[in-house]
């Protein structure tokens, strides 16, 4: 590697480290990351980095994405919340992530968006089966669901990374 290249790896992992912290302030980290990553390979090309492990960087980004949202509606709609119960979850996520963002250094996003979904499932089913202890359950899950999401789409973007650093290495 020449100095150039050492110092553009340096910068790349330095982004990507960044990126992924973005992630708990609702910033869409991994997206990212893989924007980065494909930068990366296109300003140091083929020889360096190649196709292969950017398309497995790309599945891990989808992936994440797609788990996040999963799981997040995934334990609500175990617990029995309606289809409109869902959507009020998932978009009480994105309100909370935005509202609670500049609490706590940015970390209030994660917050924000558990209790978002919370609300949200609990709302609607408590106004369509308007039972209190179904309403807590929907709103619990739809809570736990979305932290776990965060979690998972965290665990993935890390492994972009690593993913990354090890074709960077060898």
Known sequence: MTWGEVILSIAYFTLS?????SN???VPGNALIFLATLGYKLVLGSDQFGWL???IVLALFVAGEVLESYLG???AKRAGVSRKGLVASFIGAILGSILFAPFLFGVGAIIGA???AFTGAFVFTLVEERRLGKAVEGGVESAKGRLLGTAVKGVLGLSMILLSAYVVIT
């Open 114 to 116: 558990a209790l978002g």
């Open 17 to 21: 480290v960044v990126f992924l912290v």
């Open 53 to 55: 492990p950017l398309g």
């Open 73 to 75: 509606l995934r334990g």
């Open 24 to 26: 708990i302030f609702g």
